[in-house]
């Protein structure tokens, strides 16, 4: 399959856009490497990097052991985006487009696996973090209430991993969101040491909705533990 035109209204200037023609699987993205550089360097990232084991990564197996059977399966999905702002407003509202375009390429019985990694070609590399990171801040939200799970990443990222906080695993050459669904093993990512209180519950609750039904008993158990933690923590006066 070659890169495809992405159909919908057209978008005004002052609006992020999907760049037409650059939607793609990751099977065929070598023939984007032209137009799309960003797709070469991503590639050649999940390839040496996040498909692979890594010493300081503080477990075994892979860097994100989801990335190699999605690969295999042709379900991972490439495309560009076109942004008029460096901003993180500029960035959740280009993640907007991306969550909408995920939930088009995943509908059907492949969804579990989909994974869309969204690149932007126009952003310059000195408002990357901040354009990402603030984003992804803005957003998330709005994202794990769908049941998704947004992934932030740029060259210079500190995010460290579950296991070692000190290996930067969201690092990557080129400015990116990634979106896939919520599964299981996100308890680790939704429920993070100094998130707030509030955004925890939030987190928590969301995951309950979307995978709670898929729990064992003595997960759902631990999750109940987690929610009842989370809401004692809240200040005077909150509650959910």
Do not use: K
């Not at 070598?30 to 070469?40: E, I």
């Not at 492949?110 to 869309?116: D, E, F, G, P, Q």
């Not at 998330?140 to 990222?157: Q, T």
């Not at 990116?176 to 707030?196: E, K, Y």
């Amino acid at each position: 399959m070659n890169p495809v035109d992405i159909a919908g209204p057209v978008i005004s200037a002052a609006e992020p856009s999907l760049i037409p023609g650059s939607l793609t699987q990751a099977a065929d993205a070598a023939a984007a490497f032209g137009r799309y550089p960003q797709y070469r360097a991503g590639m050649h990232w999940l390839e040496e990097f996040v498909t692979q084991p890594h010493p300081d990564l503080g477990r075994t197996g892979a860097v994100c052991p989801r990335l190699a059977p999605a690969i295999r399966a042709n379900t991972v999905w490439l495309v560009a985006v076109g942004v008029h702002g460096p901003t993180p407003a500029h960035a959740a509202d280009a993640g907007r487009l991306l969550l909408e375009l995920f939930e088009d390429i995943a509908a059907g019985p492949h969804r579990a696996t989909t994974t869309l990694l969204g690149f932007f070609p126009g952003l310059e590399g000195e408002h990357a973090a901040d354009f990402i990171d603030g984003g992804h801040r803005m957003l998330r939200p709005e994202a794990v209430e769908r049941g998704l799970m947004l992934g932030e990443f740029h060259a210079g990222s500190t995010v460290g991993g579950v296991h070692n906080r000190a290996f930067p695993v969201m690092r990557c050459p080129e400015p990116m969101f990634a979106i896939r669904v919520m599964t299981p093993h996100d308890l680790l990512f939704t429920d993070q040491p100094g998130t707030p209180p509030a955004d925890r519950l939030t987190f928590l609750l969301a995951y309950q909705r979307h995978v709670g039904p898929r729990l064992s008993p003595a997960a759902r158990e631990d999750l109940q533990a987690r929610l009842g933690a989370a809401r004692q923590a809240l200040p005077s006066g909150e509650s959910s």
